[in-house]
């Protein structure tokens, strides 16, 4: 059985993040996140990534036939939008009562 080796799994993103796209079949779109996945640094994209599966029949719950389905792509290759709706880096600031705040590089302003 092949070992899924554990890279550092501080993603910055989280489920909701508003995304664009950096590289790939899909280089430019937008979408939510649906889906992190911190074990292997990678993301499930509303919209994005979408592939062809082959599914086959799960007695009567599931019907057998080729599905859409979207798959996970690398934390890499999406970068958050900003406020002014371009993508910008992730950084943190602590505010005055001590809770760790996510802000957006660009603009500087809370995400």
């Known amino acids: 059985m092949m070992e899924v080796k554990r890279k ?3 993603t ?17 779109r937008e979408g939510t996140i649906s889906r992190v996945i911190p074990e ?4 499930i994209v509303d919209g994005i990534n979408i592939v062809k599966k ?14 859409d389905r979207e798959m996970p792509i690398d934390v890499s ?6 406020g ?3 993508p910008t880096r992730i950084g943190f600031r602590i505010d005055d009562k001590g ?8 603009t500087g302003s809370d995400l």
């Open 84 to 86: 002014d709706g371009k």
């Open 77 to 82: 290759n999406v970068s958050i939008l900003a």
């Open 99 to 106: 809770n760790k705040k996510r802000v957006a590089k660009r």
């Open 12 to 28: 910055k993103l989280r489920k909701g993040d508003k995304v664009k796209v950096l590289a790939g079949k899909d280089k430019g």
């Open 8 to 10: 550092n799994s501080k």
């Open 40 to 43: 292997t640094n990678r993301v």
């Open 54 to 67: 082959h599914q086959k029949a799960q007695g009567q719950t599931r019907q057998a036939g080729i599905i």
